[in-house]
């Protein structure tokens, strides 16, 4: 069972292209959702708006493997849902955050990390 959120607040840094050609294709009976308001036609599976993550730590418990897209316009919905959530972030058994040479984009990665880091996820994941 494995369970993986690719994440970070940039947008165009590979998050739909690593889910749908790397990550679900590699896990057995794999459930795509995707956290995305404004990219909807990018990814097949469910879509969900970042204010009802909620709804995503619920159906990930449903499935052997998933694998969450948070779009970069929902990331930070996504994330005070967390917050509220508590420990939910544990429900994840990894966090993939994509990330190209942009200056923007590698601070918006670090802010990300941080945040991770600020959650209580360990580095291992």
Request: overall charge negative; glycine content about 4%.
């Amino acid at each position: 069972m494995t369970k993986i959120a690719v994440v970070n607040f940039s947008g165009n840094v590979g998050k739909s292209t690593l889910t749908k050609h790397l990550l679900a294709p590699r896990l057995p009976n794999c459930q795509v959702i995707s956290v995305e308001s404004i990219n909807t036609s990018s990814v097949d599976g469910e879509k969900v708006s970042g204010k009802h993550f909620k709804k995503v730590i619920e159906e990930i418990t449903l499935h052997e493997n998933a694998v969450v897209d948070v779009g970069s316009s929902n990331v930070e919905q996504a994330f005070a849902e967390l917050t509220d959530l508590d420990d939910a972030h544990d429900d994840f058994d990894y966090f993939v955050v994509p990330c190209v040479p942009a200056d923007k984009h590698q601070r918006d990665t670090l802010k990300l990390l941080t945040q991770l880091q600020e959650f209580g996820v360990p580095s291992s994941k």
